[in-house]
């Protein structure tokens, strides 16, 4: 479980870089913008590979027994999480009205996963994305300068059509990533 935590550190001690301008900006003076953004995302995905390698080998102790139909409605969150997480990177009106929808879709994706598994691990990793991404959407205002651009419908569709093929793609890539299938029993 030491793993886990030490992946989950990375990945959100980074993400909590923005949360202090003069930090920042302090980086951003001595790397150049595209190196701060490089060194963010690099130690994001360090972070994360090593979450995931944790939870892996975290064990399986239960915390709560998760409701039968719990699996289920995952795959409802996670077919809705990836149309959101789509629609963060087009002009649709999906992405105005979500307005910060990767966090929107991060904090689905979560909640669904919750409902599917109930043991420590899945806990702290899916929880902790939860209550960041839930952060994330409630101080958004705050941070970012709201975006105004001339929604286009084609986005919401191709936003649709993008969520649900990555949708596929992962069912089909998740028993061999993340040892376990992610269609339930039936």
Do not use: C
């Amino acid at each position: 479980m030491g793993t886990l935590v030490f992946g989950l550190l990375i990945f959100f001690g980074i993400h909590m870089v923005p949360a202090f301008p003069d930090s920042r900006a302090g980086l951003v003076s001595s790397m150049g913008e595209s190196g701060y953004k490089m060194f963010f995302s690099l130690l994001s995905v360090v972070g994360l590979v090593i979450a995931i390698w944790g939870y892996s080998g975290a064990g399986f102790y239960d915390m709560y027994v998760p409701p039968s139909w719990g699996a289920k409605l995952n795959i409802i969150f996670m077919v809705l999480a990836l149309i959101a997480l789509s629609s963060s990177h087009l002009q649709g009106r999906m992405r105005l009205a979500l307005k910060d929808p990767m966090s929107v879709g991060v904090a689905l994706w979560a909640v669904g996963h919750l409902f599917a598994n109930g043991d420590w691990a899945s806990v702290l990793l899916f929880g902790s994305f939860l209550l960041y991404s839930l952060l994330d959407i409630f101080t958004e205002n705050e941070r970012v300068p709201y975006q105004d651009f001339e929604a286009k419908s084609s986005h919401d569709i191709l936003a649709v059509v993008i969520g649900v093929v990555l949708y596929i793609v992962i069912v089909l890539l998740h028993p061999y990533l993340f040892g376990a299938s992610a269609i339930p029993v039936i």
